[in-house]
């Protein structure tokens, strides 16, 4: 890894907020190209808060355990958590984006944010609090069927990916995890 002074330059960090930047720049390039991209000032600075959101909160679960697993179940959990709000943005994840009926997905939300917060941010609470964000994202997406049931069904593979997370948290918590030191 390259160093600038004391501060190490991580190829993953730049890879990481290079693809954000990417992702950004992608609208702005194809709206000189073609009409069927209109995004105004507020749709980028929502997705830059979003996509900034996402990188700093991956950036933390990273720094919180040198075990694999649980760095990939971060990355995972917040892949899950940006595919749950764009979805809901953008066009609503059952019906259409304002059926009130996607309100209860916030839930969703709020349960991974206050486990993840009340156990630590510790690999058997971040098990059982994507676990419980997993099981209410596929309730949710079950009750919806009657309404949408393609987006019922993508709402259950995003919960699936909850649950996917709370293995790989769970498998890390078998590991004594260890922090990074520093240096």
Do not use: C, H
């Amino acid at each position: 890894m390259a160093t600038i002074g004391q501060r190490v330059l991580n190829p993953w960090r730049i890879i990481g907020w290079g693809t954000v930047s990417a992702l950004l720049l992608a609208p702005l390039i194809a709206m000189q190209f073609t009409s069927e991209v209109d995004w105004d000032e507020t749709d980028f600075i929502a997705m830059g808060f979003i996509f900034g959101s996402l990188g700093l909160s991956l950036e933390f679960m990273i720094s919180r355990s040198d075990s694999i697993a649980y760095r990939i179940a971060s990355g995972i959990a917040i892949l899950a958590a940006f595919l749950l709000i764009w979805a809901n943005l953008a066009v609503g994840m059952i019906g259409y984006e304002n059926n009130p009926y996607n309100l209860l997905f916030g839930g969703v939300l709020a349960i991974v944010l206050v486990g993840s917060t009340a156990a630590r941010f510790r690999p058997t609470g971040m098990a059982l609090a994507t676990a419980a964000a997993g099981v209410t994202q596929i309730a949710i997406a079950v009750g919806g069927i009657a309404t949408d049931p393609r987006g019922a069904f993508f709402s259950s593979v995003l919960g699936s990916l909850w649950l996917f997370a709370a293995f790989l948290f769970r498998k890390s918590a078998e590991v004594p995890d260890r922090l990074p030191t520093a240096g």
